[in-house]
């Protein structure tokens, strides 16, 4: 008993609510499609709340993000949004590594994340490795074993950033990659929008979404509900 408290305040602290019991009453029925259940249930349902936990870290330091602005400094603005994203772009992809875990890579919640955010995977990789990245010893730099020469060019950078608009704050990074410079746009507040559709998802492919969460969590998106809302 007092270890489920411990485990309620956990989660409540991200969540507002994650209800311990399943299988109530009012449980909701929306089981998304193609779902792999080979993974043991029970492992399922503690990655359905470490997945959701993830979304609930992405969405509150979103908000945080958005919340910073100076109009005496902007630059120093601008600077703390672009920190910021990095730490959203890593709980955003935590919450498709564990969505892709618990439902299954080719299920439809997690290929609808792939279709929103094609670079979300590509840039968090960049910035995991940023320092081999940097020296042109990154996964996507070396070729035959060889590390890129990068003639005092920059190897990673976050070259531009911009806000304001219906997907929040966006940065473009730029990757001198061995088939030439390429660069990746994300937008921080769609990346976070998806995590919030596929959250829930996960949370009712394993029992643990019912109108109780729904009602309390304040940065699920209500499946009954458009994207959008
Ligand atoms: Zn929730």
Same mark, same amino acid.
């Given at each position: 008993?007092?270890?489920?408290?411990?485990?309620?305040?956990?989660?409540?602290?991200?969540?507002?609510?994650?209800?311990?019991?399943?299988?109530?009453?009012?449980?909701?029925?929306?089981?998304?499609?193609?779902?792999?259940?080979?993974?043991?249930?029970?492992?399922?349902?503690?990655?359905?709340?470490?997945?959701?936990?993830?979304?609930?870290?992405?969405?509150?330091?979103?908000?945080?993000?958005?919340?910073?602005?100076?109009?005496?400094?902007p630059a120093s603005s601008i600077g703390a949004r672009?920190?910021?994203?990095?730490?959203?772009? &890593? +709980?955003? $992809?935590?919450?498709?590594?564990?969505?892709? #875990? !618990?439902? @299954?890579?080719?299920? %439809?919640?997690?290929?609808?994340?792939?279709?929103?955010?094609?670079?979300?995977?590509?840039?968090?990789?960049?910035?995991?490795?940023?320092?081999?990245?940097?020296?042109?010893?990154?996964?996507?730099?070396?070729?035959?074993?060889?590390?890129?020469?990068?003639?005092?060019?920059?190897?990673?950078?976050?070259?531009?950033?911009?806000?304001?608009?219906?997907?929040?704050?966006?940065?473009?990074?730029?990757?001198?990659?061995?088939?030439?410079?390429?660069?990746?746009?994300?937008?921080?507040?769609?990346?976070? &929008? +998806?995590? $919030?559709?596929?959250?829930?998802?996960?949370? #009712? !492919?394993? @029992?643990?979404?019912? %109108?109780?969460?729904?009602?309390?969590?304040?940065?699920?998106?209500?499946?009954?509900?458009?994207?959008?809302?």
């Amino acid at each position: 008993m007092v270890d489920s408290r411990r485990n309620d305040a956990r989660f409540s602290v991200w969540a507002g609510s994650l209800p311990p019991v399943v299988g109530r009453g009012d449980t909701l029925t929306l089981v998304p499609e193609n779902v792999d259940t080979s993974v043991d249930h029970q492992a399922r349902v503690e990655i359905a709340r470490w997945t959701h936990t993830w979304m609930c870290a992405a969405a509150r330091t979103h908000e945080f993000l958005e919340s910073i602005w100076d109009e005496e400094s902007p630059a120093s603005s601008i600077g703390a949004r672009d920190a910021l994203s990095l730490v959203v772009i &890593d +709980a955003v $992809r935590n919450t498709y590594r564990g969505a892709a #875990v !618990a439902l @299954g890579p080719n299920s %439809d919640p997690v290929r609808a994340f792939e279709e929103r955010q094609p670079d979300l995977k590509v840039v968090r990789d960049r910035f995991e490795h940023f320092e081999d990245y940097l020296r042109g010893a990154g996964r996507a730099q070396m070729r035959r074993g060889e590390v890129l020469v990068l003639d005092h060019l920059v190897g990673l950078e976050i070259r531009s950033s911009s806000g304001g608009g219906p997907g929040g704050h966006s940065i473009e990074v730029a990757v001198r990659e061995r088939d030439g410079e390429k660069t990746y746009f994300i937008e921080i507040g769609a990346a976070v &929008d +998806a995590a $919030r559709v596929l959250a829930p998802a996960v949370l #009712v !492919a394993v @029992g643990l979404y019912d %109108d109780r969460h729904a009602d309390r969590c304040a940065f699920c998106r209500r499946l009954d509900s458009s994207p959008g809302a």
